[in-house]
Antibody
Framework: EVQLLASGGDLVQPGGSLRLSCAASGFTFSAYAMSWVRQAPGKGLEWVSTFSNDDRAYYADSVKGRFTIFRDISENTLHLQMNSLRAEDTAVYFC???????????????WGQGTLVTVSS | DVAMTQSPESLAVSLGERATIRCKSSQSVLSGSVNKNCLAWYQQKPGQPPKLIIYWASTRESGVPDRFSGSGSGTDFTLTISSLQAEDVAVYYCQQYDRSPTFGQGTKLEIK
């Protein structure tokens, strides 16, 4: 059974940094693209970043240059390093696994429960 | 970016009746490499993460009841629930995955 457990969310001041983690199990972690998708309180879904199964990183324009996605295959864990945080980054951050049907890695077949990031002074 | 626009924003349907949600993309999401529409539908219940229910515009995910169906091509797509059940109350999102992924704003489905 695929399981994705996100952690690391916290209250942080504007301009601060935070690292999110997503522990994955139940599948061959290295074989699938993994992504972060966020949802601001009471709002819709916004794609943030994807790490492909061939080690490429992709970012939404809203986070490019501030966020870094990477993975630790030995630990089956996906990370999101978030720097220069802004109030508009406040959201629940979900990690998601690619459905794995030959797309570019952005069809989200499984989702974790999410972790809340609040950026406020 | 490909903009996704859903309608209506909210919808109230009686139990057992049909519910129809529409999604329009600002550009075609028909992938030339696979000749399929890169359009997915997700269901999100309160306090839960989204769940994939339809992909390739019309392929039901494993385990999804057959009262859910997807249709459309190019820029215009529809999610239909043929006979609404109480457990279908949720917010539904469309998403294109042809390019940098984008979501519709969501449609809140309630019981009338």
């Amino acid at each position: 059974e695929v399981q994705l457990l996100a952690s690391g969310g916290d209250l942080v001041q504007p301009g601060g940094s935070l690292r999110l983690s997503c522990a994955a199990s139940g599948f061959t972690f290295s074989a699938y693209a993994m992504s972060w998708v966020r949802q601001a309180p009471g709002k819709g879904l916004e794609w943030v970043s994807t790490f492909s199964n061939d080690d490429r990183a992709y970012y939404a324009d809203s986070v490019k240059g501030r966020f870094t996605i990477f993975r630790d295959i030995s630990e089956n864990t996906l990370h999101l390093q978030m720097n220069s945080l802004r109030a508009e980054d406040t959201a629940v951050y979900f990690c998601a696994k690619d459905r794995g049907i030959g797309t570019a890695g952005t069809l989200f077949g499984h989702w974790g429960q999410g972790t809340l990031v609040t950026v406020s002074s | 970016d490909v903009a996704m626009t859903q309608s209506p924003e909210s919808l109230a349907v009686s139990l057992g009746e049909r519910a129809t949600i529409r999604c329009k993309s600002s550009q075609s999401v028909l992938s030339g490499s696979v000749n399929k529409n890169c359009l997915a539908w997700y269901q999100q219940k309160p306090g839960q993460p989204p769940k994939l229910i339809i992909y390739w515009a019309s392929t039901r995910e494993s385990g999804v009841p057959d009262r859910f169906s997807g249709s459309g091509s190019g820029t215009d797509f529809t999610l239909t629930i043929s006979s609404l059940q109480a457990e279908d109350v949720a917010v539904y999102y469309c998403q294109q995955y042809d390019r940098s992924p984008t979501f519709g704003q969501g449609t809140k489905l309630e019981i009338k």
